[in-house]
Nanobody, 114 residues
C-alpha cells in the first residue's frame, strides 16, 4: 500500500484548499477510503470516508457541510475539498484505508491563519 498526499499549505481563515491522495499497490477501486488528520494536541482524528464506488460519503460532525470527499477510481486518486476553513482545521492530513488511519501516507500539512 502506498498513499501520497498533496495539496496542503497555508490558507487564511474562511479560505479553501483541495487535497489529493494518489494510491498504488492495492485495489483502490474496491476499497473504502478515508481522510484523517493529526495534531499534537488532539492526536489522530477521523475526518471523512467514501465508499468504493463513491456513492456513499460520511463526515465527522466537525467538518460536515464544509468538506467534501470524492474519488476518481480511473486515476486511483482520492480528494478532499475543504471550504470555510477554521483554525481548528489546522493539522496534518492523511489518506488511509480505514478510520483508524492505518496504512496512511506521509501526510500534507494544512495551516489556517486567523
Amino acid at each position: 500500500v502506498q498513499l501520497v498526499e498533496s495539496g496542503g499549505g497555508l490558507v487564511q481563515f474562511g479560505g479553501s484548499l483541495r487535497l489529493a491522495c494518489v494510491a498504488s499497490g492495492f485495489n483502490f477501486s474496491n476499497t473504502f477510503m478515508n481522510w484523517v488528520r493529526q495534531t499534537p494536541e488532539k492526536g489522530l482524528e477521523w475526518v471523512s470516508e467514501i465508499s468504493s464506488s463513491g456513492t456513499f460519503t460520511y463526515y465527522a460532525d466537525s467538518v460536515k457541510g464544509r468538506f467534501t470527499i470524492s474519488r476518481d477510481n480511473a486515476k486511483s486518486t482520492l480528494y478532499l475539498q475543504m471550504n470555510s476553513l477554521k483554525s481548528d482545521d489546522t493539522a496534518r492530513y492523511f489518506c488511509a484505508t480505514d478510520r483508524l488511519g492505518r496504512g496512511r501516507g506521509q501526510g500534507t500539512q494544512v495551516t489556517v491563519s486567523s
